[in-house]
T-cell receptor, first 112, second 116 residues
């Protein structure tokens, strides 16, 4: 399987702290995306970073990409209770054409 | 409102009874996809479609069929459901990938299927 993996599997922090989650993948990619999922609901796109980019910001989100290590990180700054959700990275693959691969997810709990 | 809709949202059925889960999007997206989500395994792609009449297998296509006769609809068919197909299913759509580079996917609300 070319599925990615997130690390840690679960993360619990206090409101106001920063949350960092990591994603590793296995193949050469065109882009990497991060999605958020509230319990049992559909996924919502957060941010996309292309393979020729190293860092991207969107509001309180900061994403980095290291294609040499096949890894990415998502940083959520000044976390809020409403950030409690599961976070997934997703990639395409230059090797397998138009398939799309999601990681196993990080479950984030932000304690008020 | 731009959205992806799925029906039904919940379904309990028995082994071997054919079922169809519908998916429709109103954003004129070319790319549509089905995923299943299981605990500890994340989302896995079942089938995807690049455009009308073009469908391809994802990572876990066994036991599923799809069709893409119209741009807006992408139904998932389970000809003979089995208990190992009990899962949470998501449909998603996006604009056509350009030069292999994907756009954000818009997800439906999910269909929770239980096969007894």
């Amino acid at each position: 399987s070319q599925q990615g993996e997130e690390d840690p599997q679960a993360l619990s922090i206090q409101e106001g702290e920063n949350a960092t989650m990591n994603c590793s993948y296995k193949t050469s990619i065109n882009n990497l995306q991060w999605y958020r999922q509230n319990s049992g609901r559909g996924l919502v796109h957060l941010i996309l970073i292309r393979s020729n980019e190293r860092e991207k910001h969107s509001g309180r989100l900061r994403v980095t990409l290291d294609t040499s290590k096949k890894s990415s990180s998502l940083l959520i700054t000044a976390s809020r209770a409403a950030d409690t959700a599961s976070y997934f990275c997703a990639t395409d693959s230059k090797d397998t054409g138009n398939q799309f691969y999601f990681g196993t997810g990080t479950s984030l709990t932000v304690i008020p | 409102e731009a959205q992806v809709t799925q029906n039904p949202r919940y379904l309990i059925t028995v082994t071997g009874k054919k079922l169809t889960v519908t998916c429709s999007q109103n954003m004129n997206h070319e790319y549509m996809s089905w995923y299943r989500q299981d605990p500890g395994l994340g989302l896995r792609q079942i089938y995807y479609s690049m455009n009308v009449e073009v469908t391809d297998k994802g990572d876990v296509p066994e036991g599923y069929k799809v069709s893409r006769k119209e741009k807006r609809n992408f139904p998932l068919i389970l000809e003979s459901p089995s208990p190992n197909q009990t899962s949470l299913y998501f449909c998603a759509s996006s604009l056509q990938p350009v030069a292999g580079s994907y756009n954000e996917q818009f997800f439906g609300p999910g269909t929770r299927l239980t096969v007894l």
